[in-house]
């Protein structure tokens, strides 16, 4: 499969109708984190960014709202798609970029900084711009390294293999502590140790992982009873400087009891208390983000 996706729709128009097509900048799907994603016909998307001609973009957009078929192309891989604005798509307007036009689709849910329900659990997807994650450690050498050495203290060694303990690891943790507390009140733990802390853990210290990182967008190349369970799959065209991302799906009660256990590790690594941890469970290896190109 090549590198890049391009997508197309078809209106019904006239006897030939007429076809548009866009490049897209990136795309995820999630089935396991919204009822609707859980389609047995064409696939629908969580979230769609696409570049357009100025003549294209606006009836593309308006034939992706009123739910017309479309097609993701790229190489060998073909998959059917629709965004129908009665499942609750947000069509933001169109916005000009670089002689292009961007038309975006999102389900705002998944995306939004807000908190859920009181009876709901947690689900979310998280695809931080680079620039995001570098600005949440410029500056703080110290703290970072700080918060690699408390990760090693806190989990064994051998958990940790696959992991890679470096300043953009720690962004990524930081950007998600942040949106993990805009769906759920964090404990007042600040800095940057805590957070990473919690990213691992999130994976680590639980039955069943509460995030897993995206898969390529070919549904045949989805891998991990993890990754099932959550279904996020993306695609980041080149040139497009975003992470592809995680899904995390966990219960309110779950995250309870989840967040006072890390308080407790958190509190014994800082008064130099030994941590106990599983030592026959399997290790869990997810430090690498998933490749972000079609084929990869």
Known sequence: MGSSLTITTKTTEGRKGRTFTG????????SGLWEGGKSKGASRPIMLTIACSPGAAKPLRENLRAG???????????????????LGYFFPPLYPCGGAE????????????????EDDGVRFVMMPALTDIDALVAGRTEEVEAAIAHVRLAFPPRDLNGWSLGPELIGEA????????QRCELPRYPGLAF?????VASVLDVPDPFWSRAQPVDPAKQHGAEARRI???THVAPGVAMLPGIGFSASKILIENFMAAQVRVY???????????????????????????LGA
């Open 174 to 181: 930081a950007y998600f502590a942040h949106v993990l507390n």
């Open 102 to 117: 961007i038309v975006t689709v999102v389900i705002p849910e998944l995306f939004e900084m807000r908190r859920g329900s």
């Open 68 to 86: 017309e078929a479309a097609e993701l192309r790229g190489g060998n891989y073909r998959e059917a798609i629709e965004c129908p604005k009665t």
């Open 267 to 293: 509190d014994d690594v800082r008064r130099g208390v030994p941590t106990r941890r599983r030592e026959a469970e399997p290790v869990r290896r997810l430090g690498r983000p998933a490749p972000t190109t």
């Open 231 to 233: 279904g996020l799959r």
């Open 195 to 199: 957070a990473t802390q919690l990213f």
């Open 23 to 30: 490049v897209v900048l990136s795309v995820s799907f999630a």
